[in-house]
């Protein structure tokens, strides 16, 4: 059709209809009108900003794990984080505890975390989510599930094929199952960050690549970041992706911000990581950050018109044996992560929250609601301190090895090579070398203990070796044919490292090179993977073979204590562990996890949630020599 030759009627028609589809067009594709329809577009960078749905919005945000919290409070810890002036909440996601089997998918309970995302939408948060695979986190190998290193050749962080495969297949589950929660769908989650403080690791953009990849390609749509302190911020980025800088030092800042600044000067400014705090090992001084530091760098990042995520806000606790680690040189990291945060390990308020909420109120009055919602009522309960707890039996650990199958071996090998657990070796705990001898002389255990082992004979302690020095030696003193015990604890992980040092592909636990006795290499040996899992515990518990408790027994064995609870809500306490050695305790069954006595913790959190009206039962395994109580306090012992 020719308009040109069409009568003047007909043509003013045809151009009526082309404005109508054309401003019709128009207003269904503006941006204002989808946001009106209730369509939302997204976070989104640009001027300098964050925009939500076409709005400015500065990130408000805390870190709180769902992992390192009971489930009955984790509305409590995310209602004190709004009301702090918070808008966003920040959670890792740990694979080694959602797939800690090869295969066997976890997502109930303390692992619940779609459960966890829902409630921070139902408090009007908005989520960063970082899903991994590495999260560091001091967190047993930074996330990873241990079963990787069954695979001897196993190269993590990279594009070994067996470990993009692993990850695959991982985020094949993970992904689909929160994929509806991104905010573009209707849910909370406005940002998913990329792996974790990759540039300090390495700089393969191909194994980015592949992370961010298979992502997208299982679901993920919202706005993508990386995040690096000072170390890797050059290394770790991505073309096109959002940089995002940790530290807590303002001259570390100052620098990470205008490094962003020259990689795109339109990108908005965002602390991923500002620490206000910082985590301890074993052996060390309690970490404490001042208020004075948070207030200077948090004045900092909102004086640049930045936004924040204080990781820690909230550190919990690292229950069972989930700790992490540094080195070299080795060094584990403590049950506790309370971290010196706003909120301490119990949830409660501290200055620095306080402090932070201040600074907020007076420096962006207009980003924060007012009023600030109410602190939920849960914050104006106490601890309770329900006193002494006698042991009243014990169990040897001869008799706790009727209850675990043993593995035969020629050599020993580390617990990640034993054909269990669907063929992924044993993860966590303690394992045992047992072997009957004819002889004494001089046990050399060549090369390095993964991490800490006692050397027993006929059950008394030899000795102990620790991971420090390679090929220590023990005098076994031997005139009769007896029974060899090297039990070895793995102390955790460790879960940061450069990829060029090979740390993180060689974090395999317990004895890893051969076992000399004089001058005779020993074989033929009896592994016992002690991994405490429930099952274990169910039978241990429901045993005869336990015995009156006898302060003098000295060597590895169980314990076991009862006290009674009247209420129907049982407060939060502390379990002080003065006078015992170095161990594990379970209460009701559930694995609180280590004591040492080097400290610097000298008490385990213990939330009232895991506690029940009527009996309640405390077990504590110790490797040398018990205490005939443990105390119920009111307080915390976290070191000076």
């Not at 090895?401 to 090998?413: D, G, M, P, Q």
Request: charged share 25%.
């Amino acid at each position: 059709m020719n308009i040109y030759k069409m009568r003047p009627q007909h043509k003013q028609r045809v151009i009526a209809v082309v404005l109508v589809l054309f401003i019709g067009l128009t207003y269904w594709c503006w941006p204002g009108r989808r946001r009106t329809m209730g369509e939302r577009t997204g976070l989104e960078t640009k001027y300098k900003k964050f925009y939500l749905d076409g709005k400015p919005l500065r990130i408000l945000s805390g870190a709180v794990h769902y992992f390192r919290v009971v489930p009955e409070y984790w509305a409590d810890r995310l209602m004190k984080l709004k009301s702090c002036g918070l808008n966003t909440v920040e959670t890792y996601v740990p694979w080694n505890l959602h797939e800690e089997i090869k295969g066997n998918y976890k997502f109930d309970g303390m692992l619940d975390l779609r459960k966890y995302i829902l409630l921070a939408k139902k408090l009007g948060l908005y989520v960063i989510f970082r899903p991994g695979p590495f999260i560091c986190s001091e967190w047993d190998f930074g996330g990873l599930p241990s079963w990787l290193l069954h695979d001897p050749h196993m190269r993590v962080r990279s594009t070994y094929q067996p470990f993009m495969d692993a990850v695959d297949s991982y985020f094949s589950q993970l992904i689909p199952l929160v994929a509806d929660l991104q905010y573009t769908k209707g849910g909370p989650i406005i940002a998913v960050q990329i792996e974790n403080e990759y540039g300090s690791f390495s700089n393969d953009i191909n194994y980015m690549e592949f992370v961010k990849t298979t992502m997208e390609k299982y679901g993920i749509v919202e706005l993508m970041f990386t995040s690096d302190n000072d170390m890797g911020i050059d290394k770790g980025s991505m073309p096109g992706v959002l940089v995002t800088a940790n530290f807590n030092e303002l001259h570390v800042a100052e620098g990470l911000f205008n490094q962003i600044r020259k990689t795109n000067p339109e990108w908005p400014l965002m602390a991923m990581e500002f620490w206000p705090g910082w985590f301890d090992h074993w052996g060390e001084e309690h970490h404490k950050y001042s208020e004075e530091k948070t207030e200077t760098v948090l004045r900092y990042i909102l004086k640049n018109d930045g936004s924040v995520n204080f990781y820690m806000f909230h550190g919990g606790t690292n229950f069972g044996f989930m700790n992490g680690a540094n080195g070299p040189p080795y060094a584990p990291t403590i049950t506790s992560y309370d971290y010196d945060a706003p909120l301490n390990e119990r949830g409660g308020l501290t200055n620095k929250y306080a402090k932070i909420k201040e600074i907020f109120e007076e420096m962006i009055p207009s980003e924060i609601p007012h009023p600030l919602p109410e602190l939920p009522s849960s914050a104006h309960l106490g601890t309770m301190g329900y006193g002494t707890v006698k042991m009243t039996r014990y169990m040897p650990l001869d008799s706790m090895l009727t209850y675990v199958e043993s593995v035969h071996s020629k050599e020993v090998i580390p617990m990640e090579f034993l054909d269990i657990n669907n063929g992924g070796g044993q993860g966590y705990g303690f394992i045992l070398y047992r072997k009957s001898v004819t002889s004494g002389g001089t046990l050399k255990i060549t090369g390095h203990v993964r991490d800490r082992a006692v050397v027993l004979f006929d059950g008394n302690e030899e000795g102990v070796i620790d991971c420090y020095k390679p090929d220590q030696i023990v005098e076994v003193k031997v005139s009769k044919m007896g029974m060899l015990d090297i039990l070895v604890e793995n102390l955790g992980r460790v879960n940061y490292a450069d990829g060029k040092s090979g740390v993180l592909d060689d974090q395999r636990k317990g004895l890893v090179e051969p076992v000399n006795l004089g001058d005779t290499k020993l074989e033929g040996w009896s592994i016992y993977p002690l991994e405490f899992k429930k099952k274990f515990l169910r039978n241990i518990v429901s045993s005869p073979k336990w015995t009156k408790f006898d302060r003098e027994f000295q060597g590895p064995a169980i314990f076991r204590g009862t006290f009674f609870i009247h209420e129907e809500s049982a407060r939060d306490t502390y379990i002080n562990m003065v006078g015992w050695k170095k161990g594990v305790v379970f209460v009701n069954g559930f694995n609180l996890g280590r004591y040492w006595e080097k400290g610097p913790q000298g008490t385990l959190y213990l939330p009232g949630p895991l506690l029940k009206k009527g009996d309640n039962e405390i077990l504590v395994f110790e490797l040398h020599k018990p205490n005939s109580v443990v105390i119920l306090d009111n307080h915390p012992v976290l070191g000076s």
